[in-house]
């Protein structure tokens, strides 16, 4: 079957929309200062150490994330190109929806948890969109999938181990380099047991339109 150039864009197009979408789920997490998503808990370790940007550093945590693909498969699969463009792409994302957003931060703790309500509702979102167009992983997401196929195990336990080591990793690395915990908090927890959730919800109503729309 001939790929349809026009449907191969729209699927681009919303694919990086659910990037940018992601971004400003990622960055109201942050200025909600109740604890980042588990998948970007490690970028921020390393961001907050490093005195780096977190787009640059979710680009340098993703790159490691495709190495350990190469490693696992002990191969490389030209689908870890995209992941590498698709990565670049978020990171840079990422540092615009920071810049966009600056210090902005409702006031008070019920202001946060508004604050963390939005970025779980766009994070559930922003993945049905990217994900259901059946482009490419993210690193994060192939990483799971790289180990599920070596191990033998479902998709859903990987992706959670993937997320468990990386908030054990960055709770690791803040306490060692930091003293403390940074970007680990109770929204983390919330965003791990929501999101999913979030994410069915919205693709009942979106999925059959992608569907429709993109195949």
């Not at 997401?141 to 990987?158: D, Q, R, T, V, W």
Request: glycine share 10%; aromatic share 10%.
């Amino acid at each position: 079957m001939k790929t349809n150039p026009v449907k191969l864009l729209l699927r681009l197009g919303i694919y990086c929309l659910g990037l940018l979408i992601l971004s400003f789920g990622i960055a109201l997490a942050v200025n909600s200062n109740l604890g980042v998503s588990p998948v970007s808990s490690l970028p921020y370790v390393v961001s907050q150490i490093a005195g780096v940007s977190l787009g640059t550093c979710t680009i340098l945590v993703y790159i490691g994330f495709i190495l350990l693909q190469m490693v696992i498969s002990r191969k490389f699969q030209p689908a870890l190109l995209l992941q590498l463009v698709f990565s670049t792409i978020f990171g840079w994302f990422v540092d615009g929806a920071k810049w966009v957003l600056g210090d902005f931060c409702l006031p008070g703790y019920p202001g946060q948890l508004v604050m963390l309500a939005a970025s779980i509702l766009l994070i559930g979102f922003s993945l049905v969109l990217y994900i259901d167009v059946q482009l490419a992983p993210m690193p994060a997401e192939g990483l799971a999938g790289c180990l599920g196929e070596k191990l033998h195990k479902p998709f859903s336990s990987m992706k959670t181990l993937v997320d468990c080591s990386s908030v054990l990793v960055g709770a690791v690395l803040s306490l060692l380099f930091l003293g403390k915990l940074v970007g680990i908090r109770e929204g983390t927890v919330l965003t791990a047991l929501l999101v999913g959730k979030t994410m069915g919800t919205f693709r009942k109503f979106l999925g059959p339109r992608i569907q429709k729309l993109c195949f």
